[in-house]
Each structure stands twice: as structure tokens, then as C-alpha cells.
Nanobody, 126 residues
Framework: QVQVVESGGGLVQAGGSLRLSCAAS????????MGWFRQGPGKEREFVAA????????YYADSVKGRFTISRDNAKNTVYLQMNSLKPEDTALYYC???????????????????WGQGTQVTVSS
């Protein structure tokens, strides 16, 4: 069973950058599609980005496309979310999630994911 722990959140000014990391334990990490979700104050959890188990396929929410980049290093059992040009509306608790998939698929719906971290807070000041 894979477990994940997020890190890298913090307080940043608008226009700044942060890189989130999601460290996974378990020997089957490379067979998991991974995703990042976020939940802002008073909002529902929303999809941010996802990557297939090889890293060959990625997908982004329209709100972050062109600003955020998801990547993974299976040798290090880690998924990253590079966030550039941050905006105050990006303020949220960011979660890393995983789902074991038989092929190079990507999931954008939270309920499809079976592994979740505790989240890391990102706060963007204006």
C-alpha cells in the first residue's frame, strides 16, 4: 500500500513561485497515476493536475494551465507540482493523491483516487 506525504507549501506573494513535493512510500509507486487537488476556504476540493504512472501523460485544470507543471521521479518515489505566477485565488490546502492504474491513464475526479495525503497549505498574498 502506497502512502504519501506532501511538503513545500508556504506563504508567497502574488507572482511568486513554489514547488510542492509528494513523497510516496511503497514499492508499487510507479504503477500509480498521481494527482494534485486543492481546497480553498469555503470551497469544494478541486482538481489541479494529474500525471500518468510513467510521467508521459499530464493534464491540468484550465485555471492553472500554463502556470503549473506536474512531474514525477519514480526513482525517488516523488511527485512534484511547480507553481509559477501564483495568484491569491490559488490559496488553498493542496493534496497529493494516487490511484493504481493498469495503463497510462489519468484521473481528474477525486472519488477515483484511493490514496490521499494530509495536505500542505499554500497562501498567496496580494
Amino acid at each position: 500500500q502506497v502512502q504519501v506525504v506532501e511538503s513545500g507549501g508556504g506563504l508567497v506573494q502574488a507572482g511568486g513561485s513554489l514547488r510542492l513535493s509528494c513523497a510516496a512510500s511503497g514499492r508499487t509507486f510507479s504503477s500509480y497515476a498521481m494527482g494534485w487537488f486543492r481546497q480553498g476556504p469555503g470551497k469544494e476540493r478541486e482538481f489541479v493536475a494529474a500525471v500518468s504512472w510513467s510521467g508521459g501523460n499530464t493534464y491540468y485544470a484550465d485555471s492553472v494551465k500554463g502556470r503549473f507543471t506536474i512531474s514525477r521521479d519514480n526513482a525517488k518515489n516523488t511527485v512534484y507540482l511547480q507553481m509559477n505566477s501564483l495568484k491569491p485565488e490559488d490559496t488553498a490546502l493542496y493534496y497529493c493523491a494516487g490511484v493504481r492504474t493498469p495503463q497510462e491513464t489519468i484521473a481528474t475526479i477525486p472519488n477515483l483516487y484511493t490514496i490521499w495525503g494530509q495536505g500542505t497549505q499554500v497562501t498567496v498574498s496580494s
